[in-house]
């Protein structure tokens, strides 16, 4: 079992920037991606980024591309997402999963794991 935990979220004005944070505990010698998706209200959850933590390789969704970087710290164990030029379509619910699967980093089927998510909120 592999625990996540996010933190970093809040409420920032259009333009602005925030990081997030992903902090795994428990199996994590088995996670072979982590990613971050994003729920708005009303909307089905969608894939933003992910990076797999042998080699580094990244994906990212069209709509954060350019504004968004995924990185890890294998040390620490954690997952970060820095996020710029926030827009208010940014605004939903931010997940981080992990799988320990080699699989498409855009599948979400594929990750075992979930956080309980953090509330990103752009004010326009």
């Known amino acids: 079992q592999v625990q996540l935990v996010e933190s970093g979220g809040g409420l920032v004005q259009a333009g602005g920037s925030l990081r997030l944070s992903c902090a795994a505990s428990?199996?994590?010698?088995?996670?072979?991606?982590t990613a971050w998706f994003r729920q708005a209200p009303g909307k089905e959850r969608e894939f933003v980024a992910a990076?797999?933590?042998?080699?580094?390789?990244?994906d990212y969704a069209d709509s954060v591309k350019g504004r968004f970087t995924i990185s890890r710290d294998n040390a620490q164990n954690t997952v970060s997402l820095q996020m710029n030029s926030l827009k208010p379509e940014d605004t939903a619910v931010y997940y981080c999963a992990s799988t320990p699967r080699y699989t498409l980093l855009s599948d979400q089927s594929a990750y075992d794991y979930w956080g309980q998510g953090t509330q990103v909120t752009v004010s326009s």
């Open positions: 990076i797999r933590w042998i080699g580094g390789s990244t």
């Open positions: 428990g199996r994590t010698f088995s996670t072979s991606a």
